[in-house]
């Protein structure tokens, strides 16, 4: 664990392991830090906090660049990290540190455009000034599956501010925390400002970040569940919140777009990650008279998927995080199945030429997938694409909407009303039209409804850190 600037044990050097889910081998132990740590290291955000926000914004952007070069000189070691303990393919985990990294520059160039405002006032003997000002030390708790681009999308944005930070990394992937905070340390942030605490239990760690009062805000990634308790829990000391959390992306494909040209996107955004991202497509809607060249495309494209252990060259998909997950997609492919679905491909654990010793689940494709099936509701984060056909635009849109969660969506067409009606209609936070990318550190992230609250990257992710202050002078 770093704390205060330093390297720390946990309390009676109590430690946990962390494995390869590919493998199911021991890659590495970590400090199991408790209630004591956490507070250790709320102290020291605290303390911190009053020297990094009287910084210049040139002096906080410096060491955000600083810390950006060095995560371009060591992205192939923090990528062969992430392989090791997420899984994901090694091409998928360069690109994740280079999509990390960037928020690294976004904020170091966005820390210096923190403007405040002066506001006309009524009286003639009165100045208005708006100042933003950092909210405060801040507790951070990040997910597994994008376990490096999580901490920078928190941490970047906290730091141009002028906030401390507390970061508890998921239990899962605590090994390519603490390699990201060696790179924090060496880019010279000063002591107490970026503190990290390993736990394999999140609760009491949880529970210091949520109920101590030097922390002001607190930033989660995760389930809806815990975002939700996170919310109400925040409430009781009014603690600012962002949480990113759960999602049911639909992916829209209309009959005036080319059905082979959006199979291979949908098949590419689909497995991305084996299917565990919160903008993963979780109903896959396409127009009746599109649906035999789209589904035979996409099916030939996922039946044609390599699994396997993400530093092997040949492998498109790696394994899902745990057992649990395992479970969770088996059931619910076997209740689609049951209740009609058509098995395209896929629909099994991967038990062969090795895959047994870790959690592989084949790539699988559903077809005639109805709203009584549980995966038309619940987020399923692994391998499954469930096929929906529809006849008309609006059926389509009422269909994609049904849903609690609104992160990201997704929609082909080559209709430009068209597009301009769905992308208006989709209660989304994220909408790709065309597009199975529509991220960058440079653009708002982030769900309406039950995915959550707030956004992260672009000049919206630093506003989350910042207190609107007004000045109201008589002169
Ligand atoms: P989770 O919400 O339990 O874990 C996310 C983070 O929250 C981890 O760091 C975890 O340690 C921490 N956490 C969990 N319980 C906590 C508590 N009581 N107090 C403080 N921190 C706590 O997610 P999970 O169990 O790893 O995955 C379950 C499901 O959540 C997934 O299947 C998926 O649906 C969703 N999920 C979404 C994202 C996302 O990117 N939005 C990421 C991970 C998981
Ligand atoms: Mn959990």
Not at 227 to 235: E, N, S, T, V
């Amino acid at each position: 664990m770093y704390i205060d600037g330093e390297w720390r044990q946990a309390a009676g050097a109590k430690t946990f392991e962390v494995t390869n889910p590919a493998t199911g081998e021991v890659i590495g132990t970590v400090p199991d830090g408790g209630r004591d740590e956490a507070l250790a290291a709320v102290a020291a955000a605290d303390k911190a906090f009053a020297s990094w926000s009287r910084l210049t914004a040139y002096q906080r952007s410096e060491q955000l660049y600083k810390a950006w070069s060095l995560m371009i000189e060591r992205k192939e070691q923090l990528a062969r990290t992430m392989t090791a303990e997420q899984g994901k393919p090694l091409r998928a985990a360069r690109n994740e540190v280079q999509y990390g990294a960037d928020f690294l520059l976004w904020y170091a160039e966005e820390a210096k455009r923190v403007y405040g405002e002066t506001i006309p006032a009524p009286r003639g003997d009165q100045r208005f000034i708006v100042a933003k000002q950092a909210v405060g030390p801040v507790g951070a708790i990040t997910p597994w599956n994008y376990p490096i681009s999580m901490i920078t999308r928190k941490v970047a944005p906290a730091l141009a501010a002028g906030c401390t930070i507390v970061l508890k990394p998921a239990e899962a992937t605590p090994l390519c925390a603490v390699e990201m905070f060696k790179l924090f340390h060496d880019a010279g942030i000063p002591k107490g400002v970026v503190n990290l605490v390993t736990a394999l239990d999140p609760a009491p760690v949880g529970e210091v970040l949520l109920t101590d009062r030097r922390i002001r805000k607190l930033t989660f990634t995760g389930s809806t569940e815990v975002g939700k308790m996170i919310a109400a829990r925040a409430a009781q000391q009014m603690k600012r919140v962002s949480l990113e959390l759960g999602g049911h992306a639909p992916f829209l494909v209309f009959d005036d777009a080319d059905p082979i040209h959006a199979a291979k996107g949908a098949a590419l955004v689909k497995f991305l990650n084996t299917g565990q991202a919160c903008i993963s497509p979780n109903r896959i809607f396409v127009q009746r008279s599109v649906v035999e060249p789209f589904v035979k495309e996409f099916t030939s494209r996922v039946a044609a998927m390599k699994a396997g252990n993400g530093m092997e060259d040949a492998t498109s998909i790696g394994p899902l995080v745990d057992e649990g997950a395992v479970a969770k997609v088996d059931a619910q492919v076997k209740d689609a199945v049951a209740k009609g679905a058509k098995l395209l491909c896929g629909g099994n654990r991967l038990i062969s030429n090795g895959l047994d010793r870790g959690t592989f689940y084949a790539p699988t494709v559903l077809a005639d997938v109805r709203p009584d099936m549980l995966i038309y509701r619940e987020e399923t984060f692994g391998p499954v694409a469930p096929i929906i056909a529809f006849d008309k635009e609006d059926e389509a849109l009422a269909m994609a909407n049904d849903t609690d969660y609104g992160l990201a969506s997704y929609v082909y067409t080559r209709d430009i009303a068209r597009a301009f009606r769905i992308f208006e209609g989709l209660r989304f936070g994220i909408v790709g039209i065309n597009d199975i990318n529509p991220t960058a550190a440079a653009a708002p992230f982030g769900g309406s409804k039950e995915s959550g609250l707030g956004r992260e990257g672009g000049h919206d992710g630093i506003a989350e850190y910042l207190e609107t202050k007004l000045g109201g002078f008589s002169i």
